[in-house]
């Protein structure tokens, strides 16, 4: 099946500075890739959505100028956490998705602590 | 947008019992339904889907049903192990491929007892 990597596996960093998080399909072009947030014992919930060469699209109440999306490949995207804050510790999931495919593969995740 | 509600949040079952897990939508032009098994810091996985054009898909001792009329959809585990425990998301999106983003239910923590 499809497999999509994500690094790091996790991440440390100091309140003010910013974090990179990649996320690569590994054996298929990801026309589109998500970017999830999830907090303990809650639901994924969908940051942006990102199109190769495209700018992202970001859901309701997400800072589009805090979370950069970066979708350059039909094998990359990267979400960068600029200027983290403690509030901004959770775990970070992306997902890929073909042109013509319904299912979209996940990446293992993130956790981001923000100390 | 698309509104997926989920319920129960929690359920606990004796081992070798069934255990069904039910979800709405809003959104009536949703066609693709997957349903996925979470287990603690780890990445979703798909367990089973259905898309709109059938009304059941069952694979070994899991089952997808989905009435497009009322706008609900089931996922139903058969012989539960303990090893089934997890949470479990059901979701709903349309479909195939481009923007089409996936909506997610609240999830639901179930416990299979031995």
């Known amino acids: 099946g499809a497999v999509v990597s994500q690094h790091p596996s996790w991440v440390i960093c100091k309140s003010g500075t910013s974090v990179k998080i990649e996320c690569r399909s590994l054996d298929f072009q990801a026309t589109t890739m998500f970017w999830y947030r999830q907090f303990p014992k809650q639901s994924l919930m969908l940051m942006a959505t990102s199109n190769e060469g495209s700018k992202a699209t970001y859901e309701q109440g997400v800072e589009k100028d805090k979370f950069l999306i970066n979708h350059a490949s039909l094998t990359l995207s990267t979400l960068t956490v600029t200027s983290a804050h403690p509030e901004d510790s959770s775990f970070y999931i992306c997902s890929a998705r073909g042109a013509s495919t319904y299912e979209q593969y996940f990446g293992p995740g993130t956790r981001l602590t923000v100390t | 947008g698309e509104n997926v509600e989920q319920h129960p949040s929690t359920l606990s079952v004796q081992e070798g019992d069934s255990a069904v897990i039910k979800c709405t939508y809003s959104?009536?032009?949703?066609?693709?339904f997957p349903w996925y098994k979470q287990e603690l810091g780890k990445r979703p996985q798909l367990i089973i889907d259905?898309?709109?054009?059938?009304g059941e898909k069952k694979d070994q001792r899991i089952a997808v049903t989905l009435n497009k009329t009322a706008k609900h959809f089931s996922l139903h585990i058969t012989e539960t192990q303990p090893e089934d425990s997890a949470v479990y998301f059901c979701?709903?999106?349309?479909?195939?491929?481009?923007?089409?983003?996936?909506?997610f239910g609240t999830g639901t923590k179930l416990q299979v007892i031995p």
């Open positions: 259905i898309r709109s054009n059938v």
């Open positions: 979701a709903a999106s349309m479909g195939p491929g481009g923007y089409q983003k996936v909506t």
């Open positions: 959104d009536s032009a949703s066609n693709y």
